[in-house]
T-cell receptor
Framework: NAGVTQTPKFRILKIGQSMTLQCTQD?????MYWYRQDPGMGLKLIYY???????DKGEVPNGYNVSRSTTEDFPLRLELAAPSQTSVYFC?????????????FGPGTRLTVL | GESVGLHLPTLSVQEGDNSIINCAYS??????FIWYKQESGKGPQFIID?????DKRQGQRVTVLLNKTVKHLSLQIAATQPGDSAVYFC?????????????FGRGTSLIVHP
């Protein structure tokens, strides 16, 4: 299994541009998450999904949108990029079986908005 | 508000010493805790977890202790090695309308000197 893959690894955007961060997992996990990590800080939850067709807001959803049309894919959309969205973005998935919630993380996308 | 946080942002140890990383939580309703390790430029990786009905759990060279009375969590790493150098996060799972939203602490940077 490849696990959780994210593309692109790096991206520079200009203010007002749009982009989609891709996330794919091949472990057939129902739960998927998007986090952002600012320098020297922990992870903040942006959006999450408990299954195909179901998404919900996390702690910091403003400026982002998500969709979950399949179990495997959970793209994150930035419509009007702002400097405050400069961060490292991590996608994660979890099987949520047996009362546990171990999350498997992708390698991250480093985004800079200038 | 309720939060998960870490006491020490940076911990420096000598190779071979034991390391102890601490975490405080304030939500007494949390019933599941996870420790993650994040190496530079990578996504977090699961280390060990513990449920609130336990006070200790051991893995390979790692032990997690949970003190529910003072809402404190710790990760002990035995015989610390240079490869243990990373940022360590504790995460707490909180129930919210039936869905668990994970919350991460800020993280502690562990530096192991050879």
């Amino acid at each position: 299994n490849a696990g959780v893959t994210q593309t692109p690894k790096f991206r520079i955007l200009k203010i007002g541009q749009s982009m989609t961060l891709q996330c794919t997992q091949d472990m057939n996990h129902n739960y998927m998450y998007w986090y952002r990590q600012d320098p020297g800080m922990g992870l903040k939850l942006i959006y999450y999904s408990v299954g195909a067709g179901i998404t919900d807001k996390g702690e910091v959803p403003n400026g982002y949108n998500v969709s979950r049309s399949t179990t495997e894919d959970f793209p994150l959309r930035l419509e009007l990029a702002a400097p405050s969205q400069t961060s490292v973005y991590f996608c994660a998935s979890s099987p949520r079986q047996g009362g546990t919630d171990t999350q498997y993380f992708g390698p991250g996308t480093r985004l800079t908005v200038l | 508000g309720e939060s998960v946080g870490l006491h020490l942002p940076t911990l420096s140890v000598q190779e071979g010493d034991n390391s102890i990383i601490n975490c405080a939580y304030s939500n007494s309703a949390s019933d599941y805790f996870i420790w993650y390790k994040q190496e530079s430029g990578k996504g977090p990786q699961f280390i060990i977890d513990i449920r609130s009905n336990m006070d200790k759990r051991q893995g390979q060279r790692v032990t997690v202790l949970l003190n529910k009375t003072v809402k404190h969590l710790s990760l002990q790493i035995a015989a610390t090695q240079p490869g243990d150098s990373a940022v360590y996060f504790c995460a707490e799972n909180r129930g919210s309308g039936g869905s668990y939203i994970p919350t991460f602490g800020r993280g502690t940077s562990l530096i192991v000197h050879p």
